[in-house]
């Protein structure tokens, strides 16, 4: 006579692999589903910003320090402290846990980054128009084009009033013959939030140029 308990095991053991599948897929949605929504969206970003009356904005940066060998040790240090702090919640919590944990925080710095990327947009509309300024060329760089960008002149400016040095990407051809030393004159604006803009430029003669025909 046959034991009617003998094949639950069996059952049991096709209900978990049954449900494997599923555990994969929702995995693989939570990894590729917040990027996803990001590349959208900046695509969606892109689209409006095309439609909208064509007016030059382009960011003046701030340029950042040189990284000290002090810099880039504590940001080793602090590599090392995050993986050893997973190698102990790992042991401490168990894998399922961790996981979990690194699965929020991965939807988290992809809704930050798309949180970025509304920001900026906002942040280039309604300019406040600013008064001009004549600003320092302190040095050029070529950036050739890119899936990020359709590339152009680099140019790093000593703006009066800033401390720190700003740069600025303009793709215009007579932006590449400036030499350090050249003066450029400058239509700013601030934006929504914050930040700097450039909306207009044009070359100066160099302070340092001798004029034709003197001695």
């Known amino acids: 006579?046959?034991?009617?308990?003998?094949?639950?095991?069996?059952?049991?053991d096709d209900g978990?692999?049954?449900?494997?599948?599923?555990?994969q897929q929702r995995v693989a949605w939570w990894l590729l589903a917040p990027p996803a929504f990001t590349v959208g969206l900046r695509w969606v970003l892109a689209f409006l910003a095309a439609r909208q009356p064509q007016v030059a904005a382009l960011s003046l940066t701030p340029v950042p320090a040189q990284a000290s060998v002090m810099t880039l040790a504590w940001s080793g240090l602090a590599i090392l402290?995050?993986?050893?702090?997973?190698?102990?919640?790992?042991?401490?919590?168990?894998?399922?846990r961790v996981?979990?944990?690194?699965?929020?925080?991965?939807?988290?710095?992809?809704l930050g980054a798309s949180g970025a990327l509304v920001q900026r947009y906002l942040n280039q509309q309604?300019?406040?128009?600013?008064?001009?300024?004549?600003?320092?060329?302190?040095?050029?760089?070529?950036?050739?084009?890119?899936p990020r960008g359709a590339g152009g002149t680099q140019l790093y400016l000593q703006l009066p009033g800033l401390e720190a040095p700003h740069s600025v990407l303009i793709d215009d051809a007579a932006m590449v013959r400036l030499r350090?030393?050249?003066?450029?004159?400058?239509?700013?604006?601030?934006?929504?939030?914050?930040?700097?803009?450039?909306?207009?430029?044009?070359?100066?003669?160099?302070?340092?140029?001798?004029?034709?025909?003197?001695l």
């Open 81 to 96: 402290v995050v993986l050893g702090a997973g190698v102990v919640g790992v042991r401490k919590l168990g894998w399922r």
């Open 180 to 214: 350090p030393g050249d003066v450029l004159s400058l239509d700013l604006a601030q934006g929504r939030f914050d930040g700097l803009f450039v909306t207009g430029w044009k070359a100066m003669p160099s302070p340092t140029a001798t004029p034709a025909g003197s």
């Open 1 to 12: 006579m046959t034991d009617p308990d003998a094949h639950r095991p069996q059952e049991a």
């Open 126 to 146: 309604n300019l406040k128009v600013l008064p001009g300024a004549v600003a320092k060329v302190l040095g050029s760089q070529f950036k050739p084009p890119s």
């Open 99 to 110: 996981m979990a944990a690194a699965g929020v925080v991965w939807v988290a710095l992809w």
């Open 16 to 23: 978990a692999g049954a449900q494997s599948p599923w555990a």
